[in-house]
């Protein structure tokens, strides 16, 4: 019985859906304002080969949930393109407690630019708790390197990092972000994104820019942060490769911008940064890796621990 009433309900939902199908499929298809805005606002630019020392910088974690308790492992790293590490990388393997009901206690901004606090009640899941460590170790790792090499490229994103700080470990996350903002060596890369700051659109910039054109260019933009300024870009480095979303602290001229895409383009590998792809694979901790912790842990006969979490 329970066995028809699942696919009852399936049946339910693949008829709303059908119901629903062209407003869905015209959110994703008809754009053709927006794809003519994305076309007209795109720079084609061919980068040159400018060759600058470069390091990549990048973090993981994973976890295995228990029965009132997880373990949890974090990695860090920042490599150069022939390998070599610009900082001691970092790890951290230990147990921490579920989340419970804990004091928030942070700051935002009024209308005015100025800093409030703000106190609230609320949880920290693990997986946040965790991307709050791996931030941690990521600027720690910037700042390490930063006098070893031309510029940092951090995967993921610096506007990100302003959003929450009503929590008191994403308000360090927030002064993390404001400490990077001090460097222009400092640039951070996402090959997606979900902001719709420039076009307005129903779906992502990043959606329609990649839709509207093929050639190698970008388009750029200063979007705030508080009071702060961040260059944003959106960039091709060759043809038919796949759209870099590029932020970097402070407002960049067209030149700046330019001379930034000619350096990624010799250290990339169809369309993204290669040292990147390294810090990547040198840093992931894969679900093998999670049992294989548990089993040295002996934890491996513990109850609720038979899924990883995260991979």
Avoid at 179 to 202: C, D, H, P, Q, R
Wanted: proline content about 3%.
């Amino acid at each position: 019985m329970l066995w028809s009433k699942s696919i009852f309900m399936l049946f339910e939902v693949y008829d709303y859906a059908l119901k629903q199908r062209e407003k869905i499929i015209s959110k994703v298809r008809n754009a053709r304002d927006m794809l003519e805005d994305a076309r007209r606002r795109w720079v084609e630019y061919e980068p040159l080969q400018e060759r600058r020392s470069i390091a990549g910088v990048d973090s993981s974690f994973n976890y295995i949930v228990y029965k009132g308790f997880y373990l949890y492992a974090i990695a860090g790293v920042s490599i150069t393109s022939d390998g070599s590490f610009l900082a001691q990388p970092k790890m951290e393997v230990d147990a921490a407690n579920l989340p419970q009901a804990q004091e928030k206690v942070g700051y935002d901004y009024d209308g005015n630019g100025n800093e409030v606090s703000i106190d609230d009640k609320g949880f920290i899941s693990p997986r946040n708790e965790l991307l709050a460590k791996c931030i941690g170790v990521e600027h720690d790792l910037a700042i390490k390197s930063m006098d070893k090499a031309d510029y940092i490229l951090i995967d993921g994103s610096l506007l990100a990092r302003f959003y929450d700080r009503r929590n008191r470990r994403f308000v360090a996350v927030y002064e993390y972000a404001k400490e990077l903002m001090k460097s222009s060596k400092v640039l951070f890369i996402a090959k997606t994104s979900a902001s719709n700051a420039i076009l307005k659109g129903n779906l992502a910039d990043i959606y329609y820019f990649s839709r509207a054109t093929l050639n190698a260019g970008y388009i750029l933009s200063v979007q705030k942060a508080g009071n702060d300024d961040i260059t944003v870009v959106y960039a091709r480095l060759k043809q038919c490769t796949p759209i870099l979303k590029v932020e970097m602290p402070g407002e960049r001229s067209e030149q700046e911008v330019r001379d930034i895409l000619n350096m990624l383009y010799p250290e990339s590998i169809s369309g993204y940064p290669y040292v990147l792809r390294l810090a990547h694979e040198r840093c992931k901790i894969s679900n093998d890796d999670m049992l294989k912790l548990a089993d040295l842990l002996g934890l491996s006969i513990e109850e609720g621990g038979r899924d990883v979490l995260n991979e």
